[in-house]
């Protein structure tokens, strides 16, 4: 009896690494996403240059573990390396939620982020569009951010240059049904999270808070969830 229940828990350990291994081998016979327009563009579409690992929630409801990901904020879209070419590929699948955890080529930072989608009704947007989850609860803060190529010309100069840039930054809190698209400082915030104003106002007299702080607009927001 031993023997078979060690055995079953093997079979299904296999039959798990299967299905999670499934969902990548579809595309590994594909091409790479890389097009090759973006050969003559400086800068980078992904959100940042250095692979980064996560978790994967797919639309079928599959989760997939210690993934390496890179998040592409033109196509609006997360890929994984694939472990052969070492090139990004897109998913067999379509990904609902991803979490992402990178040392920024910058300033060579760790950060980790969630993205998610299915947000209805936001404007500038689509159903298929991720968002940061900065906050989630009865309000539920999102952040976007989108790159684009831009061409630019010196003055006096035949010569065009192709950049990857950021071409958007928006912030929305989903509260009552409703997304409401906010800016980044206090009145704006507060306009939103009026119904517990007076919490709130008694909250940043004792605590002072950063609005152009991602970190610290989502830590109010989740104060607000708590009341």
């Known amino acids: 009896m031993k023997v078979n229940l060690i055995l079953t828990a093997a079979l299904v350990t296999l039959l798990g690494i299967g299905t999670a291994e499934a969902q990548f081998m579809k595309d590994r016979d594909g091409k790479p996403i890389m097009s090759k327009e973006y050969t003559d563009v400086e800068g980078t579409p992904y959100l940042n240059s250095n692979w980064g690992w996560g978790s994967v929630k797919l639309a079928n409801g599959n989760i997939l573990k210690d993934v390496e990901l890179k998040y592409d904020l033109k196509e609006d879209a997360v890929y994984f390396k694939d472990s052969k070419s070492g090139e990004p590929m897109a998913f067999a699948g379509p990904v609902d939620e991803f979490t992402l955890t990178y040392t920024d080529a910058d300033d060579d930072k760790k950060y980790t982020r969630r993205y998610k989608k299915g947000f209805k009704d936001v404007s500038r947007t689509t159903p298929a569009s991720y968002f940061e989850v900065l906050s ?92």
């Open 136 to 227: 989630e609860g009865t309000a539920t803060l999102l952040k976007r951010l989108s790159k684009d190529i831009i061409i630019t010309q010196e003055f006096n100069s035949a010569s065009k240059t192709k950049v990857f840039k950021e071409n958007s930054k928006n912030y929305y809190i989903v509260k009552d049904g409703k997304a409401i698209l906010v800016k980044n400082d206090k009145k704006s915030i507060l306009a939103v999270l009026s119904d517990k104003l007076p919490q709130l106002e008694t909250y940043l007299k004792s605590n002072k808070v950063d609005f152009k702080s991602d970190a610290e607009l989502g830590k109010f927001v989740n104060y607000y969830n708590s009341l």
